[in-house]
């Protein structure tokens, strides 16, 4: 049973430039969230997906987007880079919303904005 | 405002040295509080979940408890493997979104 998947697992951008990331939730999972995590720091949550629309989203500005498939694979396009937006992004996986769920995590992508 | 507080920010052990970690929370009514182990450069790997106030959950060495306001991840006996971070993080009624601590680094010397 393949967990959650992520793509790619480095990636170097400059500022200015978008980047889109890449998720495949676990098996039998319908939900997708996508949080940052800076070097020593806890996961912050950016969105949340479920059924193609966005359900939920922290505390980001508009740069930050994402999109959810039929597939339940999701991506984030974060556009303008910024030196700040260097970070992990984790992809999470769960099953539904509305109750207390397990979330699974991908193994990140790490970004760097020079 | 739902936030999470994680202490010690950082524990050395010996192996063998048991110990406790804390997370103290205040959301609007729990639904759910959930403990993760993070390696260096990878994504969070999910422990437990714990949902309502006297649970207790176990897993090898390690066993979560949860109160009204806090919850603590004991570690019986460690070994250097369990060396990690350890994140906690809430999951509020209101919402569906998770609130995370920013974890304990756990270091566990042979």
């Known amino acids: 049973d393949a967990g959650v998947t992520q793509s790619p697992t480095h990636l170097i951008k400059t500022r200015g430039q978008q980047v889109t990331l890449r998720c495949s939730p676990k098996?039998?999972?319908?939900?997708v969230s996508w949080y940052q995590q800076a070097l020593g720091q806890g996961p912050q949550f950016i969105f949340q997906y479920y059924e193609e629309e966005e359900r939920q989203r922290g505390n980001f500005p508009d740069r930050f987007s994402g999109h959810q498939f039929p597939n339940y694979s999701s991506e984030l396009n974060v556009n303008a880079l910024l030196l700040g937006d260097s970070a992990l992004y984790l992809c999470?996986?769960?099953?539904?919303?509305?109750?207390?769920?397990?979330?699974?995590f991908g193994p990140g992508t790490r970004l760097t904005v020079l | 405002e739902d936030q999470v507080t994680q202490s010690p920010e950082a524990l050395r052990l010996q192996e063998g040295e048991s110990s406790s970690l804390n997370c103290s929370y205040t959301?609007?009514?729990?639904?759910?509080l959930f403990w993760y182990r993070q390696d260096p450069g990878k994504g969070p790997e999910f422990l437990f979940t714990?949902?309502?106030a006297g649970e207790e959950k176990e897993k090898e060495r390690l066993k979560a408890t949860l109160t009204k306001k806090e919850s603590f991840l004991h570690i019986t006996a460690p070994k250097p493997e369990d060396s990690a971070t350890y994140l906690c993080?809430?999951?509020?009624?209101?919402?569906?979104?998770?609130?995370f601590g920013t974890g304990t680094s756990l270091t566990v010397i042979p």
């Open positions: 098996s039998g999972h319908d939900t």
């Open positions: 959301v609007s009514g729990l639904r759910g």
């Open positions: 714990l949902y309502s």
């Open positions: 999470a996986s769960s099953y539904g919303t509305r109750y207390g769920f397990e979330q699974f």
């Open positions: 993080a809430v999951q509020a009624k209101a919402g569906n979104q998770f609130y």
